[in-house]
Nanobody
């Protein structure tokens, strides 16, 4: 069974940065496209970015373009999300999952941007 464990969240001031990690155990990680998603209070979960399984091609939601960077290290079975220039609207629980077909969701990691 595949397990997804997100980490790296926390509280930062506006303009700050965080690097999220997603460790994937089980399954064939190198064959998965992977995505980062987020869910803010009272809102639906939304896609932040995804990275392909092969060439590592990436795609970002408009709000993430130019500020966030998704990457992966297949040997570590880990996906990263570097987030810069954070603002209060980025406050949410962040999750990783296979893209586009989901696996069981992990617990997520809370990101709070506040002064």
């Amino acid at each position: 069974q595949v397990q997804l464990v997100e980490s790296g969240g926390g509280m930062v001031q506006p303009g700050g940065s965080l690097r999220l990690s997603c460790a994937v155990s089980g399954g064939m990680f190198s064959t998965y496209g992977m995505g980062w998603y987020r869910q803010a209070p009272g809102k639906q979960r939304e896609l932040v970015a995804f990275i392909s399984r092969g060439s590592g091609g990436t795609n970002y939601a408009g709000f993430a373009e130019g500020r966030f960077t998704i990457s992966r290290v297949n040997a570590e079975r880990t996906v990263y999300l570097q987030m810069n220039s954070l603002n209060p609207e980025d406050t949410a629980v962040y999750y990783c999952n296979r893209y586009p077909s989901f696996l069981t969701w992990g617990q997520g990691t809370q990101v709070t941007v506040s002064s």
